[in-house]
């Protein structure tokens, strides 16, 4: 098992361009999440899915637009990106999204905005 | 709003000493507590959690946590530290009757370990 996988590991844009973070788990997972981490924060939560079908906003969402492909894969994508988007872009998954479960996480995606 | 306090964003120990590092949550229900630990360059990975019951969870790598309720805590612990323990430490905590599914995360706690 690859566990939750992310494309791609590094990225440089410039203020306006536009991408799509990819996010991929082969665990069978329900319950999949979109976080980022800038120094001193933690993570916070921009974006996440329940279930296949379903999307819902986080703590962080504006500026960010997310789509659940199907029960394996789940994008994030920047439309006009902004140097305060800058950040490490980390994907994670759990079985049910219930209040115990466990969250695994991706390698990350550090993006970096000019 | 439920909040995350990890006390000092960075932790120096020599190796072998004991490794302690804090966490405070805001809540007047307990949640559900989560430790991760975040090796250079890499993703999240789970140290242990408390849900319900005992309130001392072991975890992985020989590290331990004591839910405390009357102090709001939930610090890991490590007898004795190795090289290969430094990496970065975050708590997180998800309210249990909170639909939302997030966990909210501390700030962090960096661990050096000296040799």
């Known amino acids: 098992n690859a566990g939750v996988t992310q494309t791609p590991k590094f990225q440089v844009l410039k203020t306006g361009q536009s991408m799509t973070l990819q996010c991929a788990q082969d665990?069978?997972?329900?319950?999949m999440y979109w976080y980022r981490q800038d120094p001193g924060m933690g993570l916070r939560l921009i974006y996440y899915?329940?279930?296949?079908?379903?999307?819902d906003k986080g703590e962080v969402p504006n500026g960010y637009n997310v789509s659940r492909l199907n029960k394996r894969e789940f994008s994030l994508r920047l439309e006009s990106a902004a140097p305060s988007q800058t950040s490490v872009y980390f994907c994670?998954?759990?079985?049910?999204?219930?209040?115990?479960?466990?969250?695994?996480f991706g390698p990350g995606t550090r993006l970096t905005v000019l | 709003a439920q909040s995350v306090t990890q006390l000092g964003s960075h932790v120096s120990v020599s190796e072998g000493a004991l490794v302690l590092l804090r966490c405070n949550y805001s809540?007047?229900?307990?949640?559900?507590l989560f430790w991760y630990v975040q090796y250079p360059n890499q993703g999240l990975q789970l140290l242990l959690k408390?849900?319900?019951?005992?309130?001392l969870v072991k975890g992985i790598n020989g590290f331990e946590a004591e839910f405390k309720k009357s102090e709001t805590s939930f610090h890991l612990t490590k007898p004795s530290a190795h090289m290969s323990d430094a990496a970065e430490y975050f708590c997180?905590?998800?309210?249990?009757?909170?639909?939302?599914?997030?966990?909210?995360f501390g700030s962090g706690t960096r661990l050096l370990v000296r040799p």
């Open positions: 665990m069978n997972h329900n319950s």
């Open positions: 994670a998954s759990s079985p049910s999204g219930g209040p115990s479960d466990t969250q695994y």
């Open positions: 997180a905590v998800r309210p249990w009757m909170d639909s939302s599914y997030k966990l909210i």
């Open positions: 899915s329940a279930s296949e079908g379903t999307t």
């Open positions: 408390y849900t319900t019951g005992a309130t």
């Open positions: 809540s007047s229900v307990p949640p559900y």
